[in-house]
């Protein structure tokens, strides 16, 4: 089934059943998917081999990180081409090499801070660089804040407290910052995406979003954005067409350029269950992790999953028709 976006440039093909696995091997859930600058792509995943790493072209490569990290949730890359790696089990950030070494750790391992204080960490969920390498960390579960920390681990300050105003966050999932130094913060259960300073000041907010979770910004001076939402997560709504899972493209105003994904969850290429993590390589192709399994849990309790139930979907970027 090809996917068609007709938004300009904006055309993708899904490509079906991308990324071989060894015997053995499971994803269960993708919680974090990136690009090196190899455009070797690297799966943060809650199976017993907790980061992946394939070619291209979806050959293995290797993997790593077997009992270090409980549950995956968050992956990023620094302009070294370093990762940061988010645990939401295990509270805390590590900062690795493209082979597994582990360069720094942000928080104490397997020991959350109380309940909503807004203490770093409990449950934290992604990382963002700003242009001098602060890092800045959404915690996101079990608080409603942002931490700012410096290059080498330092917390700096923090903002944010429950609530649904400005500034406030219902489940701070996911986070991104441009060249110029605007932080993106993917407010989920509030349905938007915030802009915030350097400081934590508020700027603006982006709507029309239906639980935003996976966010992905390109490098450089007005980046594009790429926003994968949850999608619809109750009973009395879940079979409520247009409210996603979906992909949303937009550029760096929030203004919305393109949009695929079935009206509602589906099984087919190009349709999603539950997308947690986005990322885009060197030749515009998107790849999209689902914690799909912990999603089906959630909404169908004891009912077995199909067999068609996937983590990980790649979006092969098509060059537009030209007008007749």
């Given at each position: 089934m090809d996917v068609s976006v007709q938004s300009g440039e904006y055309g993708y093909q899904p490509v079906e059943n991308w990324g071989t696995l060894p015997p053995?091997?499971?994803?269960?859930?993708?919680?974090?998917?990136?690009?090196?600058?190899?455009?070797?792509?690297?799966v943060f995943n809650r199976g017993q081999h907790p980061m992946i790493v394939f070619d291209r072209e979806g050959n293995f490569l290797r993997s790593w990180g077997e009992g270090l990290f409980p549950r995956?949730?968050?992956l990023s890359f620094g302009p070294d081409d370093t990762l940061y790696l988010t645990d939401d089990a295990d509270h805390t950030v590590r900062h690795c090499t493209r082979d597994g070494k582990v360069?720094?750790?942000?928080?104490?391992?397997?020991?959350?801070?109380?309940?909503?204080?807004?203490?770093?960490?409990?449950?934290?969920?992604?990382?963002?660089?700003?242009?001098?390498?602060?890092?800045?960390?959404?915690?996101?579960?079990?608080?409603?804040?942002?931490?700012?920390?410096?290059?080498?681990?330092?917390?700096l300050f923090s903002w944010g407290q429950p609530g649904s105003d400005p500034g406030e966050f219902n489940i701070v999932h996911n986070i991104c910052c441009d060249a110029d130094g605007w932080v993106y913060v993917a407010d989920r259960e509030n349905h938007r995406i915030q802009v915030f300073d350097g400081h934590g000041h508020y700027e603006t907010q982006w709507n029309n979003l239906?639980?935003?979770?996976?966010?992905?910004?390109?490098?450089?001076?007005?980046?594009?954005?790429?926003?994968?939402e949850l999608g619809p997560g109750m009973a009395i709504n879940l079979e409520v067409p247009n409210l996603g899972p979906r992909v949303t493209i937009t550029d760096h105003t929030g203004k919305r350029l393109a949009r695929f994904g079935g009206l509602k969850a589906g099984f087919r290429p190009g349709e999603f269950q539950a997308p947690h993590s986005i990322a885009v390589d060197s030749h515009g192709d998107i790849y999209v992790g689902e914690v799909s399994w912990t999603n089906w849990r959630g909404v169908h309790g004891n009912e077995p999953p199909p067999h068609q139930l996937r983590c990980l979907q790649k979006f092969r970027k098509v060059e537009a028709s030209s007008p007749a």
């Open positions: 053995g091997f499971s994803f269960q859930d993708v919680g974090g998917v990136g690009v090196d600058r190899d455009d070797n792509v690297y995956a949730h968050g360069l720094l750790t942000i928080g104490i391992p397997g020991k959350p801070a109380p309940f909503m204080s807004g203490e770093p960490f409990h449950r934290c969920t992604h990382t963002a660089l700003s242009p001098q390498g602060d890092i800045y960390i959404s915690d996101g579960y079990g608080n409603a804040r942002v931490h700012k920390y410096s290059p080498d681990g330092k917390h239906h639980r935003p979770c996976g966010l992905y910004m390109t490098p450089g001076r007005h980046p594009i954005c790429y926003i994968g």
